[in-house]
C-alpha cells in the first residue's frame, strides 16, 4: 500500500510540476509578442526621425518631421497593438475568414465575397487624392516595419492568438484601409433589416394601422402611408413560408435590428459657454468588443498637432480635435441602402427583367479556401441594382415571390470611395468652414458631422444620399420591383441637399440619432430614425441651463435618467398603483404591490445599485411580448426590443392602437389595464427565478453588464476568464449614457452596445480637453493596457486629452525613437 502512494504522489506531483510547465510555456510564447515602449529600432520607409511618447494611459503622442513619417509611425504603433484586431477585420472584409476558422465561418465569407467589398476597395485607391495616397502608402509601410520586427526578432508573432490559429500575416496595402472603413459602413448600415422586417410585418398585419403601431413613424410631418407590401407584386404572387430563425454564422459582421449604429454629440457656440470658448461632446456608439474598436492617438501633422479615436487598420483621426477644430460624429441613419425584388427570365434563369427587357446578370466565380476542407466555388451575380444576396440569409426567402431575388443598392458599393481622403483631409482643416468643404467627399457610412471652431458651431449629415424618384412604389421603405424605372435609384443628391446646421440662433446644436429634418420623400433623408426618446432628455439638459462648461457637458453625456421610463411608468400603470388593502405576505398579489411601490418613488435613473431600473425593464419586455404575441406568433421574436412609441400608441389608443390588448384567441375582452397586470405579474416571475424574490436587494447592474468580449476566444472554456471584460454598468436603451440591452434569452438586459469613445472638448483651454476608451490601449491580453482604463470609462471618468507633449512626457511609459537604417 505504501509503495502505491509513493507512486501515486509522484504522479500527481509530476503532472502538476509538467502543467505547471505548459503555463509557464504558454506564458513565455505570449508575452513574447508584448510590445516594448522604450526603444530605439531602425526602419527604412522614413525620412527623418519618429518619436513616439505613450504617455500614462498608453496613448501614443507621434512626433515626425513630415506628415508621411507621423503615418508611418501611426501604423507602426497600430501594429504593435492591435495587429491581430487589424488583420481580423482585413480577413473579413476580404472574405478569407474560413482559410483560419474552418467550417464555421463559410457563411460570412460568403456574404462578404458577394458584397465584392474588397475589390472596391482596390479600385478606390486611385480615387485619392494625392495627399491621401502619400498617407496611406506610409501608413502601410509602418504596418509593414512591424511586421518585419516580429519575424526578425521572433517576437511570438505579434500576438497570442497567431499561436492559436494559423493566420500568416500578409503584407499591408493601401486597399486594406479603405476595405475596413467599407466594412464599418456594412457595421452601421441597418436598412435592409428594416427593410425585410417591415416587409414580413406587412404580410402578418395587413391592417395599415396596426402596421403603423408597431414599426411607427417619428413623429413629425412628411410622412407618407405604403402600399401592403404584396400590392407591389401580380395578384396570386406567392411568398415562401416564414424559415426558422438561423443562428449568426460566426464573426457575422451584420449587426442586429437596433444594434447598428447610434451615438451622441453636441456643441455649444460661445454664447452659450460659460469659458468664452466653443464646447464639444461625442461618444460614439458601437458593439463592445475586446479590445474596444477604438484606440487613442496624436499625430504632429504640418497643419499641427491632432489627438482622438482612430480605427486600426485606418490612417485617420476619425474624432477628436486640434489646436483650432473639434468633430465628432453620430449615425445619421440616412437611408443609403434598398432593397430590389429582381424577375428571372423564366426561359433562362440567368437573366433578369429591367425596364427595357431580360438582361443577362455579371456574374465572376469565387474560391473560397477553407482550413480542413475542401474548397468550395461560388457564383457572384450582380444586377444594375447591386449584388444578388442568397435567400438563405436576412429571412429574404420570406419575401421574395417564387422565380425572383433579390439584390441590394447601396452607396457603400462605390468603386470611387473617396471617404478616407475626406476623413484624412478633415484632420487638416483649421476652422468649421474648411471642415464643411473638404466633407463633401465622404461616400459611406453617412454620419452626422458635429464641428466646432474656436468661434462657430455646426452639424452636416456627410455621406453620399441617393436620388431617389418621387413616384418610387416604396419610397424605399420595403423591397420594392428593380425592373420598374421609378423605383431605380437615379444617381446621387448633390452635397448641398444633405441637411446643414451652421451657427444655430440658439448656440447649441447635436445629435442623439433623432430625426434631424422634416422633409417630404424623396428629400426626406430617411423614415427610420435611432432615437425618439434620448433627444428628450437632451433638449431638457442643454436647455436647463444658460451657458455650459467643460463638467456640465461631461455630466450629460453620463446622464441615466430615463425618459422613457418617466413617460411610459404613468401610462401603463394608470389603474395598478393604488388597489384597495394590502395583499397578503407570500402572494403574487404582494409582489406586485412591493414592486409598484418601489417603481412609484423612483425618479427613473438607470443606476447600477438600483433595482427599480430592472423592474422597470423586465415589465416593459414582457409587456410589448403580451402584446404583440397573439397577432405576429413567431415574428414577434424580431421585435426583441421595447419600441416605446409603440406602447404609447397603445395606452393611448392613438388610432385604435388599445386592440392589441385584446388576445385574438380567448373568448373574454382583455383590457390594456389587464395586459399590463399579467406583464407585470410575468416579469416578477422572470425576476424570481433569474435574481431573486427580495426586490429590494435587485442590482440592475447584475442584468446590465457591459459585455466587451474577445470575437475569436470569448467563449473558449478557460480562456473567457482572461480575455472577456465584464462590467456592472448603468443607463440603458433609452437614456444618453446608453447602454444599449442585448434582447436575446437568456440574459436580455446585458449591455453589448454602447460609447466605446468619449470625449468633450474645450477650445477656451484645449488641453483641459478629456477622452476615455472603454478597455484600454492594447489588443493583448497578457498586457496592463489591455483593460486599464475600463473601470475609469466604468465609472464615468475621463484621461486628459491634451497636445503638450511635456504632459505626455512627465509621465510616460515609454519612448519609442524610429530612425532611418
Known amino acids: ?93 476580404q472574405g478569407r475568414l474560413s482559410e483560419v476558422f474552418g467550417t464555421r465561418t463559410v457563411e460570412t465569407d460568403k456574404l462578404l465575397r458577394r ?5 472596391l476597395a482596390v479600385q478606390s485607391v486611385e480615387a485619392q487624392d494625392a495627399r491621401t495616397r502619400d498617407a496611406l502608402d506610409a501608413y502601410a509601410r509602418g504596418v509593414n516595419a512591424r511586421i518585419d520586427e516580429i519575424n526578425a526578432d521572433s517576437l511570438g508573432r505579434g500576438a497570442p492568438e497567431f499561436f492559436l490559429f494559423n493566420a500568416p500575416i500578409a503584407p499591408w496595402q493601401p486597399a486594406d484601409s479603405i476595405a475596413i472603413v467599407k466594412l464599418m459602413a456594412l457595421q452601421l448600415s441597418g436598412h435592409l433589416g428594416d427593410e425585410v422586417l417591415r416587409a414580413r410585418t406587412s404580410l402578418q398585419l395587413p391592417d395599415e394601422d396596426r402596421l403603423a403601431d408597431i414599426l411607427p413613424d417619428i413623429p413629425g410631418q412628411g410622412l407618407a402611408a405604403l402600399p401592403e407590401y404584396s400590392a407591389l407584386f401580380p395578384a396570386g404572387a406567392r411568398f415562401a413560408a416564414a424559415t426558422p430563425a438561423q443562428d449568426r454564422p460566426a464573426l457575422w459582421p451584420v449587426p442586429r435590428r437596433g444594434l447598428a449604429g447610434a451615438s451622441n454629440a453636441w456643441a455649444a457656440d460661445p454664447t452659450r459657454s460659460a469659458s468664452g470658448g466653443t464646447l464639444l461632446a461625442n461618444d460614439p456608439h458601437l458593439g463592445f468588443t475586446a479590445p474596444a474598436i477604438w484606440y487613442l492617438a496624436r499625430l504632429q501633422l504640418s497643419s499641427g498637432g491632432v489627438i482622438g479615436g482612430t480605427i486600426p487598420g485606418v490612417p485617420a483621426i476619425m474624432l477628436g480635435r486640434s489646436e483650432d477644430l473639434g468633430w465628432g460624429i453620430t449615425s445619421s441613419y440616412l437611408d443609403d ?85 475626406a476623413a484624412i483631409g478633415l484632420m487638416h482643416a483649421h476652422d468649421v468652414e474648411e471642415a464643411l468643404a473638404l466633407s463633401e467627399g465622404y461616400v459611406a457610412p453617412s454620419q452626422n458631422l458635429t464641428l466646432a471652431d474656436n468661434e462657430t458651431i455646426a452639424l452636416k449629415t456627410i455621406g453620399a444620399m441617393p436620388r431617389r424618384d418621387a413616384a418610387h412604389q416604396s419610397q424605399g421603405r420595403l423591397p420594392s420591383p428593380g425592373w420598374i424605372e421609378a423605383n431605380r435609384w437615379q444617381g446621387m443628391l448633390p452635397f448641398s441637399a444633405n441637411p446643414e446646421f451652421l451657427s444655430p440662433s440658439g ?20 423614415f427610420e430614425w435611432g432615437d425618439s426618446q434620448r433627444v428628450m432628455r437632451w433638449q431638457g439638459l442643454m436647455q436647463g441651463r444658460e451657458v455650459h462648461t467643460r463638467d456640465s457637458f461631461i455630466e450629460a453625456q453620463l446622464d441615466t435618467v430615463s425618459f422613457t421610463a418617466r413617460s411610459l411608468l404613468p401610462l401603463i400603470g394608470a389603474d395598478l398603483w393604488f388597489t384597495g388593502e394590502a395583499a397578503p405576505e407570500g402572494t403574487p398579489e404582494r409582489q406586485r404591490q412591493r414592486a409598484l411601490d418601489l417603481l412609484a418613488n423612483w425618479n427613473g435613473e438607470m443606476n447600477e445599485h438600483l433595482p427599480e431600473p430592472l423592474i422597470y425593464a423586465a415589465w416593459l419586455r414582457a409587456l410589448q411580448d403580451r402584446l404583440i404575441r397573439d397577432d405576429l406568433g413567431p415574428l414577434a421574436d424580431e421585435f426583441d426590443h421595447v419600441e416605446p412609441l409603440f406602447i404609447e400608441r397603445v395606452f393611448r389608443d392613438v388610432d385604435g392602437a388599445s386592440a392589441w390588448c385584446d388576445i385574438i384567441r380567448s373568448a373574454a375582452e382583455e383590457s390594456c389595464t389587464d395586459i399590463s397586470r399579467l406583464a407585470l405579474d410575468d416579469a416578477l416571475v422572470w425576476i424570481g427565478e433569474n435574481f431573486g424574490t427580495a426586490l429590494e436587494s435587485l442590482r440592475w447592474g447584475d442584468a446590465h453588464q457591459a459585455t466587451h468580449d474577445h470575437p475569436v476566444l470569448g467563449e473558449v ?62 489588443g493583448h491580453f497578457l498586457s496592463r493596457h489591455y483593460d486599464d482604463l475600463g473601470e475609469l470609462w466604468r465609472r464615468g471618468e475621463y484621461i486628459p486629452m491634451s497636445l503638450d507633449i511635456d504632459l505626455a512626457r512627465a509621465a510616460a511609459v515609454g519612448v519609442t525613437r524610429l530612425t532611418t537604417d
Open 1 to 93: 500500500m505504501g509503495f502505491l502512494f509513493r507512486w501515486l504522489l509522484r504522479l500527481a506531483s509530476a503532472a502538476i510540476l509538467l502543467s505547471l510547465l505548459a503555463v509557464l510555456v504558454v506564458y513565455y510564447l505570449g508575452s513574447r509578442s508584448l510590445p516594448d515602449y522604450d526603444k530605439a529600432l531602425a526602419v527604412s520607409g522614413i525620412t527623418g526621425d519618429i518619436e513616439i511618447v505613450r504617455d500614462n494611459s498608453n496613448v501614443p503622442h507621434i512626433l515626425a518631421q513630415s506628415d508621411r513619417d507621423a503615418f508611418f509611425g501611426l501604423g507602426y504603433v497600430h501594429a504593435q497593438d492591435r495587429l491581430w484586431q487589424m488583420t481580423l477585420l482585413r480577413r473579413t472584409v
Open 115 to 119: 458584397l465584392d467589398l474588397y475589390p
Open 337 to 421: 441602402q434598398d432593397l430590389y425584388i429582381e424577375e428571372l427570365n423564366p426561359d433562362n434563369p440567368e437573366q433578369y427583367r429591367t425596364p427595357e427587357g431580360f438582361k443577362a446578370f455579371r456574374t465572376r466565380r469565387s474560391i473560397i479556401e477553407i482550413k480542413d476542407a475542401a474548397p468550395i466555388t461560388i457564383t457572384l451575380r450582380w444586377t444594375d441594382n447591386g449584388p444578388v444576396l442568397p435567400g438563405t440569409r436576412f429571412d429574404l426567402a420570406s419575401i421574395t415571390p417564387e422565380g425572383h431575388v433579390v439584390s441590394l443598392a447601396w452607396t457603400a458599393l462605390s468603386g470611387r470611395d473617396t471617404s478616407i481622403s
Open 507 to 526: 448656440g447649441i446644436v447635436g445629435n442623439t440619432n433623432n430625426k434631424v429634418v422634416d422633409r417630404p420623400f424623396p428629400m426626406h433623408v430617411s
Open 717 to 778: 472554456p478557460v480562456l473567457r476568464y482572461f480575455v472577456n471584460i465584464r462590467q456592472s454598468t448603468s443607463g440603458g436603451d433609452n437614456t444618453l449614457q446608453r447602454g444599449r440591452t442585448s434582447g436575446q434569452d437568456p440574459m436580455p438586459f446585458q449591455n453589448v452596445h454602447g460609447a466605446g469613445y468619449r470625449g468633450v472638448y474645450d477650445f477656451a483651454d484645449p488641453d483641459s480637453s478629456v477622452f476615455i476608451n472603454s478597455t484600454g490601449q492594447s
